[in-house]
């Protein structure tokens, strides 16, 4: 027969696995919109409204117990007028980089050689409850053979 002490260890032990494992869970969830509190803005570019700015951040790299890792690029856009409100577009690796090429205030195009691309957003918008009819800026991911080719139709 179960001791009532028996019981209650038990049910603790299933309260703190429930526990460890919803942690671990949420731990595990895709890359989010927070930006790091560390890396190297590498350049940006101005829309040509002056209503946005996209560029590419390096993060500071948390040196995985010495492995090799490949360079993470991030490229974010941000408001600059109405909500200043920032999101990640785009996380590359195993790319020699990006480039950044406007093609309108409304249409961003992100270029890169090589990548192992990892997430992507092809819409960025600013509506808010003052600006409601914000219209989406366009993002485009394009495949060229120089970096230097971007924003050339």
Same mark, same amino acid.
């Given at each position: 027969? #179960?001791?009532?002490?028996? @019981?209650?260890?038990?049910?603790?032990? =299933?309260?703190?696995?429930?526990?460890?494992?919803? $942690?671990?869970? @949420?731990?595990?969830?895709?890359? &989010?919109?927070?930006?790091?509190? =560390?890396?190297?803005?590498?350049?940006?570019? @101005?829309?040509?409204?002056?209503?946005?700015?996209?560029?590419?951040?390096?993060?500071? &790299?948390?040196?995985?117990?010495? $492995?090799?890792?490949?360079? #993470?690029?991030?490229?974010?856009?941000?408001?600059?007028?109405?909500?200043?409100?920032?999101?990640?577009?785009?996380? !590359?690796?195993?790319?020699?980089? #990006? &480039?950044? $090429?406007? &093609?309108?205030?409304?249409?961003?195009?992100?270029?890169?050689? =090589? !990548?192992?691309?990892?997430?992507?957003?092809?819409?960025?918008?600013?509506?808010?409850?003052?600006?409601?009819?914000?219209?989406?800026?366009?993002?485009? @991911?394009?495949?060229?053979?120089?970096?230097?080719?971007?924003?050339?139709?």
């Amino acid at each position: 027969m #179960v001791s009532v002490r028996m @019981l209650q260890v038990r049910r603790w032990v =299933k309260m703190y696995l429930v526990a460890l494992i919803g $942690a671990g869970l @949420l731990g595990c969830t895709g890359p &989010s919109d927070v930006k790091p509190t =560390k890396g190297v803005e590498k350049y940006s570019k @101005l829309a040509p409204d002056g209503e946005r700015k996209a560029y590419v951040l390096i993060p500071e &790299s948390s040196g995985y117990l010495g $492995a090799t890792v490949s360079t #993470v690029y991030q490229v974010w856009i941000q408001d600059l007028h109405h909500t200043k409100d920032e999101k990640l577009l785009m996380t !590359a690796s195993e790319t020699s980089g #990006v &480039s950044l $090429a406007w &093609s309108g205030p409304l249409e961003l195009q992100i270029c890169y050689v =090589k !990548a192992e691309i990892t997430g992507f957003r092809n819409f960025f918008t600013v509506a808010t409850q003052d600006f409601p009819d914000a219209p989406n800026v366009e993002v485009l @991911l394009k495949k060229v053979a120089k970096l230097d080719e971007c924003g050339i139709p």
